[in-house]
């Protein structure tokens, strides 16, 4: 059963403590993406790879940092360094460069105390 | 990326066509307009999309105006499960999705 999968889907930290969100997806897709969005928000993309062992910073980058070691696998690491993590975070992929529709996981609800 | 405007929320009753319209009017020739939803609490799901004709699928319809400055989204016969938050993106040819805050649409018994 194809699809992307996010863990948890519950998440709750520490302020100052590092945490890193998983995202697995086995579509075969090149592309993969992280996004934040807040309460009555749209989303808002924080990194995006499209090959393996190759990511871009997003629109809000500063915090986060990422890793594309294998193609099914993009994780996230929230750092202490990011002043306002409490967030739904949502993982998504693609075939590809250009305008490929993007498909989303479930997402990870983050929360830090 | 060309911006979009969309009503803030909808309603429409079961089993009657929902029409949700997006406003782009800053489209460019090269752009798509895509359609995606987002169920509460859940990750966007994406609907359809098109560059100047009209597109169906087993989801939905997708009516683009001639000048390319407007959209419609058609759910032929709206169910509860429908009801949603609806956002209407214009895309160039790059990786880059802009979501904006939707039209929450609420689908009534």
């Known amino acids: 059963d194809g699809g992307i999968t996010q863990s948890p889907k519950y998440l709750f930290r520490k302020e100052g403590q590092n945490v890193t969100l998983s995202c697995e997806q086995n579509l075969n897709h090149d592309a993969m993406y992280w996004y934040r969005q807040d309460p009555g928000q749209g989303l808002r993309l924080i990194y995006y790879?499209?090959?393996?062992?190759?990511?871009q910073k997003g629109d809000i980058a500063e915090g986060y940092s990422v890793s594309r070691e294998k193609k099914e696998s993009f994780p996230l690491t929230v750092t202490s360094a990011q002043k306002n993590p409490t967030a739904f975070y949502l993982c998504a992929s693609s075939y590809g460069q250009g305008a490929y529709e993007q498909y989303f996981g479930p997402g990870t609800r983050l929360t830090v105390t | 990326d060309a911006k979009t405007t969309q009503p803030t929320s909808m309603d429409c009753a079961e089993g009657r066509a929902a029409n949700l319209p997006c406003n782009h009017s800053?489209?460019?020739?090269?752009?798509?307009v895509y359609w995606y939803r987002q169920i509460h609490s859940q990750g966007p799901q994406y609907i359809i999309h098109?560059?100047?004709n009209n597109e169906t699928n087993e989801m939905a319809s997708l009516i683009i105006t001639e000048d390319r400055k407007s959209s419609t989204l058609i759910l032929p016969h709206a169910t509860l499960r429908d009801t949603a938050v609806y956002y209407c993106?214009?895309?160039?040819?790059?990786?880059?999705?802009?979501f904006g805050k939707g039209t929450l649409l609420t689908v009534n018994p």
């Open positions: 098109g560059l100047k």
């Open positions: 993106i214009v895309r160039g040819s790059n990786y880059k999705l802009t």
């Open positions: 800053t489209i460019s020739g090269n752009e798509y």
């Open positions: 790879s499209q090959i393996v062992n190759d990511f």
